[in-house]
């Protein structure tokens, strides 16, 4: 297959080493300096150091405006952006007669699009044409680019998007699952990283390990609740893009999500946090479209609010925590 990854932080960057070896794959980055430093050392030492580029992983900085006409000399391509760079590409691809599948995890932020929109929402407003779907599951960059074992899920509401991610990326180290329910997919990848943040938080408060069982159950529930109020399936929330992914995040100490939470329990402000962390950590940016959206929805999501109210600055770590603790007793419901 001749696949374009579009966009080369660490998990663009891991996913391309990973396909090379079975597929003609080509690396594009919208920064012209960046490219050619990946060409001369075959690393990139920026975003995903010490793993060697193999020789057949072509890299390309061709304009942005171009990449509408390039995509139709490949069989598939992968848009491996932040959120924040979604709309922006599905926009440019809109007329790919290719199937086009996205990386990032996440609600549009806020701060970007005031309906906070998953990706195949922001597909139907801007790219209601293109073959779409989102590949996800529990995945940190650094071990799919050793070609350590793991297993991912491709989603798409389309079974030829589904059949061009499996055929792409499934190989000896990655499995590849094939999943129609591409909200629940989505969902789970989003909401994992706010309670991803709210696990390193409260690790880092030493909390335990009963309060952070008790924080990923829970969080499993609210995540839960939100998905199946937006239609999607609730047995979604048990596989690799629901609990697979969010049992990685909460307790893997590579996951940037999970290391705001932990620095901001040491007392660092936010913006220390994201200075501190080179890459981006979608949680931060959806925190607040998941609990406005769940708001609109009548779901209550009480981790994913004082997250927010952390990231705020309206309550402290041990605040955030008090106000979990002080609920009224309820019945365990799932
Ligand atoms: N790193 C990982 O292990 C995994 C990451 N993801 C998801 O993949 C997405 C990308 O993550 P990473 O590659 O780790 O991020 P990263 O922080 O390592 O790299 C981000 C890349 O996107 C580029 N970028 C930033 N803003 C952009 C914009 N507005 N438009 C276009 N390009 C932009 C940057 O130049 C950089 O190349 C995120 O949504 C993340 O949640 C999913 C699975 C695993
Ligand atoms: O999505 C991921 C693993 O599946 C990566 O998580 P972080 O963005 O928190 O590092």
Redesign the pocket.
């Known amino acids: 297959m001749k696949l374009l990854v579009l ?8 996913l391309a080493v990973s396909a090379s070896a079975r597929h003609e794959v080509r690396l594009w ?3 012209a300096q ?1 490219a050619q430093a990946l060409r001369a050392q075959r690393e990139n030492s ?3 150091p010490g793993v060697v580029l193999p020789a057949g992983l072509a890299v390309s900085d061709a304009p942005f405006d171009e990449l509408a006409s390039r995509v139709e000399a490949h069989d598939l391509a992968i848009v ?6 979604l709309r ?2 599905l926009r440019q691809l809109a007329q790919a007669t290719v199937p086009v599948a996205w ?4 609600f549009e932020s806020a701060a970007d699009h005031p309906d906070g929109l998953l990706g195949h929402e922001i597909q139907a407003e801007v790219a209601p044409q293109l073959k779409g779907g989102a590949l ?1 599951g529990p ?4 071990e ?1 680019a050793r070609g350590l074992p793991a297993a991912l899920v491709a989603a798409s509401a389309d079974a030829q998007v589904r059949e061009a991610l499996v055929q792409a990326f499934h190989g000896p180290a990655l499995r590849v699952y094939a999943n129609d329910d591409l909200v629940g997919v989505e969902v789970g ?1 989003a909401v994992k ?1 706010v309670l991803a943040i709210a696990t390193g938080l409260c690790d880092g408060l030493g909390l335990g390990l009963n309060a952070r069982a008790a924080l990923i159950t829970r969080g499993l529930s609210e995540m839960s609740r939100l998905g199946v109020a937006l239609g999607a399936r609730a047995d979604t929330f048990t596989g690799l893009s629901g609990l697979g992914d969010l049992v990685l995040t909460a307790t893997g100490d ?1 996951s ?1 999500n999970r290391r705001v939470g932990l620095l901001l329990a040491q007392g660092q402000t936010l913006e220390q946090v994201l200075q501190s962390l ?3 950590a ?1 949680g931060v940016y959806c925190a607040r479209a998941v609990v406005q959206r769940a708001a609109r929805l009548g779901v209550e999501m009480p981790i994913s609010a004082a997250v927010v109210a952390l990231l705020d600055g309206v309550l402290t770590p041990p605040e955030a925590v008090a106000a979990l603790m002080g609920r009224l007793p309820r019945a365990e419901t799932p």
């Open positions: 966009g080369a932080g660490a998990w663009g960057t891991a980055l919208r920064d960046q920026r975003y995903l491996a952006t932040p959120m924040a760079g922006p590409m990386l990032c995890k996440g996800s995945s940190f960059a650094q799919v990848g990283n590579l940037r080179g890459h981006v979608e």
